[in-house]
């Protein structure tokens, strides 16, 4: 669409300001520098533990080792300048400060999941950075799309989030601990453990979802909704790589399993293919740039998947690399959606001139993507290169690698040459000015680095040697640095540069091409089956609500106690689930009123008149009560007793109000399935009970209980004891819904006083 004039004027009243709320990235600028100060530190990695719930395995235990260097200054360094750069993006904008406080509350729960040593303390952080996504994406919540791109990121990545906490769990049972460094460590002790293949699935699942992997892919451009700050930050340099950084932490446990190494190799591979022949069917410059993200995660997780050390150098520099040249490519489109309006390269060209500082940025951060010489992005590829060239029986990568670097050169040109220099489209409004200068200098910033340590390479050994280390354990130097000497580079670079020029220059034509060419796949992709799932939720639940939910209160008492008798029956019939407890000859009183419940029961199930039936029962509640007091509890059948004379006041009373008035309930619902839940229940319940009181009783609590009552709480009675002082807080919270249930009837009487006041 052409730019809106309205949003132009807008924008410009903001230009050159920026929100003061930009003077918070003062607190990630703080972490950085304290991370920073670790670095070439040859001490042990850092580390932090704190009790929490031992009984489950769970500490606060944080670790701070290379890999979680690496991810801390990118975290840090990528949100002081995300900060910066929303500072003049929202200036004048409603809810910023919603913005801001969600950005930093997700750079905390990044900060967890990088620095967390233990599985399910991780998880935690892990389900935190899903929901403060989904907060983001949404955040202009007024408009449909961007509230289906976070429903959809939430569905995805929390989804993806729960099966990898079964993975967690797995795990952790099969080693023995929930403690990251400890699983490493011990690694060959489980490695062989049954529960390793699913707990891997379960992982799988889980690292794939959140880094946008096959078949998870399409939620990650759908998510573009969100503002660019939140491109920039969530899907090019942090969140999406939360899944690679879980497999690449856990790549020493499981270096030498092939299940591993063939589903990461494999699934990596094809992803990253897969989603640079998505990026040519786009017209959306963020889009384009996200698809390209996920070209990136999937050449991540295949790196991860190499067994050599090589990879894991070409992992770290690479997670790097594409940091430091995606995130000023999205400020980039963010400027120009800012200043202009749209985000389609169909309307975008000639933007070098009203705006030199981003087309300055975007030329820095091209070259780096594509990979040329005197840029980091160079150094990345030729350790991808030399991992791919020692993979062994993984070979084949090499040639989705030969695709993913071709397309990856048009898309650098796309963002830096098209619609900067290139001369079709509209022609250039004389109103557009350039961005800000809080939103000129982050972008430009970032991508000088890439240049900056493209030329002195050395500078990042300690980091990225630590970071590859981590990783890749028997890794003990980095591979040489890389220079314009090796002719084989140079050659494979200019390869890669003349195709991509290539398909640059056909880009439109291709486009085109591939929209004939997969439109009919379109409806057995990833996206069209979330789309039918969807769907699919509210039919499922129209069919079970009708044949469920009939209105009849026995129809769904049959159905709780189906479904909670079910679940016990099985595990009651597992081996060694239940013994009979050993018996002892009961006294004359206790057969007495065991006679009369027996006998009580009975009746209230022949009769079938209601009230006669409310009756019968009262006397099952007597013969409780007796059996307590023959039991040696008279507190018991006492508080039974009243309770069962309460009840059958207040129902019969109830019932007989009820046949005055001709409303008594009659079920005419079959027999058969009552009787058979009926028994059910009462079987499952009698061999729960007696499965409670097989073992041998442990007298230790009730003695303490007993030797402490009259010291402790001044009184004999154990029971009250314990019901008034020892659990003073759980009977504090019962008779607090007592007595907001009671509340909750003051209305009704209320009501039903009104409606007695006009009767007479």
Excluded at 228 to 241: E, G, R
Excluded at 282 to 290: F, T, V
Excluded at 390 to 406: H, I, K, M, R
Excluded at 489 to 508: H, P, R, T, Y
Aim: hydrophobic fraction near 60%; charged fraction near 10%.
């Amino acid at each position: 669409m052409p730019p809106d004039p309205n949003k132009l004027h807008a924008d410009h009243h903001h230009a050159g300001a920026a929100s003061r709320l930009g003077w918070l990235a003062l607190i990630p600028l703080s972490v950085f520098a304290l991370a920073l100060g670790q670095l070439g530190r040859e001490a042990d990695a850092l580390a932090f533990v704190v009790p929490w719930i031992p009984s489950l395995g769970i500490d606060l235990a944080f670790r701070l080792d290379g890999l979680s260097l690496l991810f801390v200054l990118l975290i840090s360094g990528i949100g002081t300048m995300v900060l910066i750069y929303a500072g003049g993006y929202m200036a004048g904008m409603a809810q910023r400060e919603r913005l801001f406080a969600l950005l930093l509350l997700f750079m905390v729960a990044m900060l967890g999941c990088t620095t967390s040593d233990n599985l399910l303390l991780l998880f935690g952080f892990w389900e935190l950075t899903s929901l403060t996504s989904f907060l983001l994406v949404g955040f202009k919540h007024e408009y449909e799309s961007a509230r289906k791109s976070a429903q959809q990121a939430l569905m995805v990545t929390a989804g993806g989030g729960l099966v990898l906490l079964a993975g967690f769990i797995l795990l952790g049972q099969a080693a023995g601990t929930y403690t990251i460094s400890e699983l490493v460590t011990n690694a060959e002790a489980w490695r062989d453990d049954p529960l390793v293949k699913p707990a891997l699935i379960c992982l799988f699942v889980g690292a794939f979802t959140k880094s946008a992997q096959l078949p998870f892919h399409f939620w990650l451009p759908n998510a573009m909704a969100a503002p660019t700050p939140v491109s920039a930050y969530l899907h090019s340099a942090t969140m999406v790589k939360l899944g690679v950084y879980l497999l690449a932490r856990l790549d020493p446990a499981f270096d030498g399993v092939a299940m591993w190494h063939d589903v990461l190799v494999t699934i990596g591979a094809i992803t990253a293919a897969w989603s640079m022949l998505l990026t040519l069917r786009e017209r959306d410059l963020k889009r384009i740039l996200a698809w390209s993200t996920v070209s990136a995660l999937g050449t991540l997780v295949m790196l991860i998947g190499l067994p050599d050390g090589d990879a894991a150098a070409a992992v770290a520099a690479f997670l790097l690399t594409h940091a430091l040249y995606k995130a000023p490519l999205f400020f980039v489109a963010g400027n120009i959606d800012h200043c202009t309006g749209t985000r389609n390269i169909d309307h975008l060209a000639g933007l070098a001139r009203a705006m030199p500082w981003t087309a300055a940025a975007a030329a820095l951060a091209a070259v780096s993507m594509a990979g040329m010489p005197f840029s980091l992005g160079f150094v990345a590829k030729e350790l991808i290169k030399i991992s791919k060239s020692e993979a062994g029986v993984f070979a084949w990568v090499s040639y989705s690698g030969v695709f993913v670097n071709v397309i990856a050169v048009a898309v650098a040109s796309v963002a830096a040459i098209r619609v900067f220099w290139h001369r079709g489209g509209a022609p250039v409004p004389e109103e557009i000015r350039e961005a800000g200068w809080a939103m000129r200098l982050p972008p430009v910033l970032i991508a000088a680095l890439g240049l900056v340590f493209g030329l002195w390479t050395g500078l990042l050994d300690p980091l990225l040697g630590a970071a590859a280390q981590a990783i890749h354990p028997a890794l003990t130097t980095m591979p040489a640095s890389l220079g314009l000497e090796d002719t084989e580079a140079l050659q494979a670079i200019a390869l890669a540069v003349l195709l991509g020029i290539v398909v640059f220059v056909l880009w439109d034509r291709i486009h085109h091409l591939l929209e004939r060419l997969m439109q009919p796949l379109d409806r057995l992709g990833a996206q069209a089956w979330y789309g039918r799932l969807l769907l699919a939720i509210p039919a499922l639940a129209g069919i079970l609500t009708r044949a469920l939910q009939s209105g009849r209160l026995s129809r769904y008492t049959l159905l709780c106690l189906g479904f909670v008798i079910a679940p016990v029956a099985l595990a009651l019939a597992l081996p060694g689930a239940f013994a009979l407890p050993a018996m002892q000859a009961p006294s004359l009183a206790l057969v007495g009123a065991s006679a009369l419940l027996i006998v009580a029961s009975i009746a209230a199930c022949l009769v079938r008149d209601a009230f006669v039936m409310l009756l019968v029962s009262g006397f099952v509640g007597l013969g409780s009560a007796l059996a307590f007091l023959f039991l040696q509890a008279p507190d018991l059948a006492f508080t039974q007793f009243a309770v069962e004379v309460a009840f059958v006041v207040v129902i019969a009373s109830i019932l007989l109000r009820l046949r005055h008035l001709g409303l008594s309930a009659h079920d005419d619902s079959p027999a058969l399935p009552r009787a058979v839940v009926a028994f059910a229940t009462a079987g499952v319940l009698t061999a729960l009970l007696l499965a409670a009181t097989a073992g041998p009783l442990d007298s230790t609590v009730p003695d303490t209980l007993a030797a402490l009552s009259v010291p402790e709480a001044h009184g004999r009675n154990v029971v009250n004891v314990i019901l008034v002082d020892f659990r003073a807080v759980d009977t504090l919270g019962e008779i607090a819904v007592v007595a907001l249930a009671f509340a909750g009837t003051l209305p009704l009487f209320a009501l039903l006083r009104r409606r007695k006041e006009k009767a007479a």
